[in-house]
C-alpha cells in the first residue's frame, strides 16, 4: 500500500489506511457543527485534531493551512479543500493558502508566470465565490515567500535521503528539484506559526490522504526541532525530557568533555517548571541531572496547555518553538467515469468553470450502479455506492440527509431509474453551479484582498 502526492493510484479500503498509518478515526458527534462532509463520513480521519478543538473552546487562536497546485482547472475534488477551510474559519480560525508555485515548476515543468496565471484565474477567482472571508484569509505564492523555503531548508536538518526514500518512494532517478519540494512545502505548513504570520498556535491541514506523506514527514521533523518532550508516563502523567541539540547545549547545561552544569541546567529547568506553572499546574518533581520533570496532576488530555507554554519558553531561549501540524483526511470523490477523477483527464470531473450544457452532458453520461434494463432494474435495483450521481449528490449537491437517504432507499429499492437519479443530480448541479457563478462574479473585488 503506497502514498504517492504526486501519482495518487486509489485508495479502496481507508479502514486498512487508518490502521497502517496511525490514523484516528473521526467521530462528527463530537464536532461543532460538523458538515455533511463529516456526518456522511467523507472527511473520515485525522491527527491531532484535539489540539485545533481545544484551542477553539478555550477561545484561542488557531490557523488553517492548504494549497494549491496551480497546473490545470478548479474541480469539484479541489472545492471539497475549501469547504473544510472555510468551515475551520467560521469556527474561528484564520486561513492561509499556499500557491505551490516551486513545486509545479519543479514537478510539472510549468514556468512560475504560468502557474500565477492558472492560480488568479481558475483557483483564488472560485476561492471568492467559496464564501472565504478575504479579512482572515491569506494566499501567497512559494516562490514570493523566501521565509517559507529558509524555514523548509531549517527544517531539512532534521531528515536525511533514506527516511525521503522511505516516505516518498523516492529512488536515484528522483530530480534534486523533487526532492526539494517536501521540504518547501514543510515551509507551508509551518511558517504561519511565526510571528510575522500569526504567532504560536496550532495550524491543521485538511487533505486527501494522498497528501500524507508530506504531514508525517513535517510533523517527524517539527518533533525533531523541540527542545522539551512532552511525554505520558508508565502512570499516565505526564513527563517532560530535555532535548539536547547542537544548537541549544550551552543553554541545556552541557558541557564540552559532556560533563553537565548544575547552575545552568537548574536554571533551565526553574523556567520549564515556572513555564507549567503558568499553565496551572503544581504538583511537580523533577531531576535536573537526567533532565527531567514530572508533572503528578497532569494528564494526556492537558498536553496542549503544557506544550504551549514550554514552546513560548523556547522560543524565549532562542528555539524554533514550533507545534506539529494536525491534519484531517477526506476520502477521494470519484471520476465521473467510474475511476480516478483527474484534472487531466477532463471527462473524469465537473470544471468549476463548465457550461450548464457540459455538466448536464457528463452527469448523463456517467458511470451507472443501475441494472442493464429497466424490468431488471424495478426487480433489483440500483448500487448507489458505484453510482456516479448518487455519489455526487452524496458529495457535492445535497446537504439534507434526509433527502439524500430518500434517494438512496428509492434507487436500492428499484423505485427510482438511473436516468431518473441523473436528473435529479442534473437539477441539483445546475442549481449549485449557477448560484456560485453569481457569487463568483458579484465577489471578484475581493480577489485583491485574498493575496498577501
Known amino acids: 500500500m503506497e502514498i504517492d502526492p504526486w501519482a495518487s493510484k486509489g485508495i479502496k479500503n481507508y479502514d486498512e489506511i487508518c490502521e497502517k498509518f496511525g490514523l484516528e478515526k473521526i467521530d462528527h458527534t463530537t464536532l461543532p457543527e460538523p458538515t455533511h462532509l463529516h456526518r456522511r ?20 487562536p488557531f490557523g488553517v493551512l492548504s494549497g494549491l497546485m496551480p497546473s490545470g482547472q478548479m474541480h469539484l475534488g479541489h472545492k471539497m479543500v475549501i469547504d ?6 467560521d469556527l474561528g480560525g484564520d486561513v492561509t493558502i499556499a500557491v505551490a508555485d516551486l513545486e509545479a515548476h519543479a514537478t510539472r515543468g510549468l514556468s512560475l508566470e504560468k502557474c500565477r496565471k492558472y492560480a488568479i484565474e481558475e483557483y483564488i477567482s472560485n476561492y471568492a465565490g467559496m464564501g472565504l472571508n478575504p479579512d482572515k484569509t491569506s494566499i501567497y505564492f512559494q516562490s514570493e515567500r523566501a521565509i517559507v523555503q529558509k524555514m523548509g531548508f531549517t527544517l531539512g536538518t532534521k531528515t536525511n535521503l533514506s527516511e525521503m526514500e522511505a516516505i516518498y518512494g523516492f529512488s536515484g532517478k528522483t530530480s534534486l528539484a523533487h526532492v526539494q519540494s517536501p521540504l518547501v512545502q514543510a515551509g507551508d505548513i509551518v511558517h504561519p506559526q511565526l510571528e510575522e504570520y500569526g504567532g504560536l498556535r496550532p495550524i491543521v491541514v485538511p487533505v486527501g490522504m494522498d497528501q500524507d506523506p508530506h504531514i508525517r514527514l513535517t510533523r517527524g521533523m517539527v518533533s525533531k526541532t523541540n527542545w522539551f518532550n512532552v511525554n505520558k508516563n508508565k502512570l499516565g502523567n505526564l513527563t517532560i525530557g530535555l532535548s539536547i541539540q547542537d544548537n541549544n547545549q550551552d543553554i541545556m547545561g552541557m558541557k564540552n ?25 503544581t504538583q ?30 523556547e522560543r524565549q531561549l532562542g528555539g524554533m518553538g514550533l507545534m506539529q501540524p494536525s491534519s484531517t483526511y477526506h476520502q477521494f470523490a470519484v471520476g ?15 470544471f468549476l468553470n463548465d457550461s450548464m450544457k457540459t455538466i448536464e452532458k457528463k452527469i448523463k453520461s456517467s458511470f451507472s450502479g443501475g441494472q442493464p434494463t429497466v424490468e431488471e432494474h424495478r426487480k433489483k435495483g440500483g448500487n448507489p455506492d458505484i453510482d456516479v450521481a448518487y455519489q455526487y449528490l452524496r458529495y457535492f449537491f445535497e446537504e439534507n440527509d434526509n433527502e439524500l437517504e430518500k434517494i438512496r432507499e428509492e434507487y436500492v ?13 442534473v437539477e ?4 449549485w453551479m449557477k448560484e456560485h457563478h453569481e457569487l463568483k462574479e458579484q465577489n471578484q473585488h475581493l480577489i485583491k484582498g485574498f493575496l498577501s
Not at 339 to 348: A, L, V
Request: aromatic fraction near 6%; include cysteine; proline fraction near 2%.
Open 41 to 60: 463520513g467523507i472527511i473520515f480521519a485525522h491527527r491531532d485534531l484535539d489540539s485545533i478543538l481545544s484551542a477553539r473552546k478555550a477561545g484561542k
Open 284 to 313: 511537580i518533581n523533577s531531576n535536573p541531572k537526567h533532565g527531567t520533570i514530572d508533572i503528578k496532576d497532569a494528564t494526556a488530555e492537558n498536553y496542549s496547555e503544557i506544550q504551549y507554554e514550554l514552546l513560548s519558553l
Open 257 to 281: 568533555d559532556g560533563g553537565v552544569d548544575k547552575t545552568q541546567r537548574k536554571i533551565v529547568i526553574d523556567r520549564a517548571i515556572s513555564a507549567i506553572n503558568k499553565a496551572g499546574y
Open 84 to 89: 473544510q477551510a472555510r468551515w475551520f474559519q
Open 428 to 431: 441539483k448541479a445546475e442549481s
Open 336 to 350: 465521473m467515469t467510474g475511476g480516478k477523477m483527474s484534472s487531466s483527464m477532463p471527462e473524469t470531473t465537473i
Open 413 to 425: 429499492s428499484g423505485k427510482l431509474l438511473t436516468g431518473e437519479i441523473k436528473s435529479i443530480c
